[in-house]
């Protein structure tokens, strides 16, 4: 009973504090005055920095944001050659020759940081579902194991295909050691939306047909991560079982780019320097881009599967990601979050100490929700 008393006690004094507090800051702060105050903040150099608050948002005086001494060496230094590249200008979203060239234009200035082969991996291409996919075998995998990681590749919903999403089949099975399928999915300018998404739910459908959801994991980022949500919806308003776990890398889950960080780390991060609102109007196609198919995190997220979501602190998408991550929560979705430090969209190219920790971390989940499956074989 004391104790009761007591907790109840404490309650009652935070709600007092609260209250005295804040009469004390009406008293000390008129409404007047805190009105005009919220209008006219001014800052002074070597003070706030903050030239303007009205309510529109904070204006900014100009600063440098120095390189992080918080991450290693190796990641420090991939943040400044990502900002030291410059982003191309996207043509208008009905301009298809100007996307064309555009597209061709990122694959060849790419192509320098394809990976080598991997001499322990085997990689097949071919059709499936009527989609050009990419099959990727480690050879030290046991011929019974039916296991399968479908992964999706990211690039803006434009580009990312071909010789790039084989790559990734590649380095997802050696990750994981496990077989990975790659969908080298359909894009615009040629095909809008919903042609990718129904390249990604052909494919899982006939992959669950074959071998059954409860060996099947579904991951992706950015546009991936987008196109691995929505593949989720869809397969479950389509009656299809879930597969036992997804990843979400960074992912684009909101075409409206409505969330805080789209705005507070435009140009901080050097992976995606700002807005790509033309190309979800490019691949939209003219749909709403509210809709759950083209922006999950405005959907039911009831029944979905257990899910690992990544961003890091300079990543266009973080906002993205952590909103995803509580709406999931809110939804009964078991999700967990795992934000680095400095880390832009898309990582650290993958030469930091960092990737290498969250590469652990993929590992370590996707693992772990394959293991009911092996503990029964």
Not at 195 to 217: N, P, Q, S, T
């Amino acid at each position: 009973m004391e104790r009761a008393d007591h907790a109840s006690g404490l309650a009652m004094n935070r709600r007092g504090i609260a209250r005295f507090c804040a009469g004390l800051i009406a008293m000390l702060f008129p409404a007047g005055v805190r009105a005009a105050t919220a209008q006219s903040v001014r800052g002074t150099e070597g003070a706030t920095g903050v030239l303007r608050v009205d309510d529109h948002g904070m204006t900014l005086a100009e600063r440098t944001i120095p390189w992080p001494q918080s991450i290693s060496p190796q990641a420090r230094a991939a943040l400044q050659a990502a900002a030291r590249r410059p982003a191309p200008p996207f043509p208008d979203p009905s301009d298809s020759d100007g996307w064309r060239n555009l597209v061709a234009q990122i694959d060849r200035d790419m192509a320098a940081y394809l990976p080598k082969p991997d001499p322990t991996v085997t990689v097949v291409t071919e059709t499936l579902a009527g989609a050009t996919v990419h099959r990727a075998r480690p050879h030290a995998l046991d011929v019974a194991d039916r296991r399968l990681y479908i992964d999706i590749h990211g690039g803006g919903l434009v580009s990312g295909g071909g010789d790039f999403c084989k790559a990734g089949a590649v380095r997802e099975a050696a990750l994981h050691g496990v077989e990975v399928l790659s969908i080298d999915y359909r894009m615009p300018p040629g095909h809008r939306y919903p042609v990718a998404l129904d390249d990604c739910f052909a494919v899982y459908a006939a992959e669950v047909k074959r071998r059954g959801a409860d060996r099947i994991i579904v991951g992706g980022g950015s546009a991936g991560g987008y196109l691995t949500a929505a593949l989720m919806l869809r397969a479950r308003d389509a009656g299809l079982p879930l597969p036992r776990a997804a990843l979400l890398l960074s992912p684009r889950v909101d075409m409206t780019e409505s969330g805080d960080t789209v705005a507070t780390l435009m140009d901080i991060d050097p992976v995606l320097k700002g807005r790509l609102a033309a190309t979800a109007l490019l691949y939209a196609g003219g749909h709403d881009l509210r809709d759950p198919y083209l922006s999950p995190l405005f959907g039911d997220l009831k029944g979905l599967p257990p899910t690992l979501l990544q961003s890091g602190t300079r990543d266009l998408y973080l906002s993205n990601t952590v909103r995803m991550h509580r709406a999931l929560r809110k939804a009964g979705v078991a999700a967990q979050l795992h934000v680095f430090e400095a880390m832009p969209h898309g990582r650290f190219f993958g030469g930091a100490p960092e990737d290498a920790a969250l590469d652990q971390e993929l590992k370590a989940f996707v693992s772990a929700h394959w293991q009911p499956l092996e503990d029964s074989a």
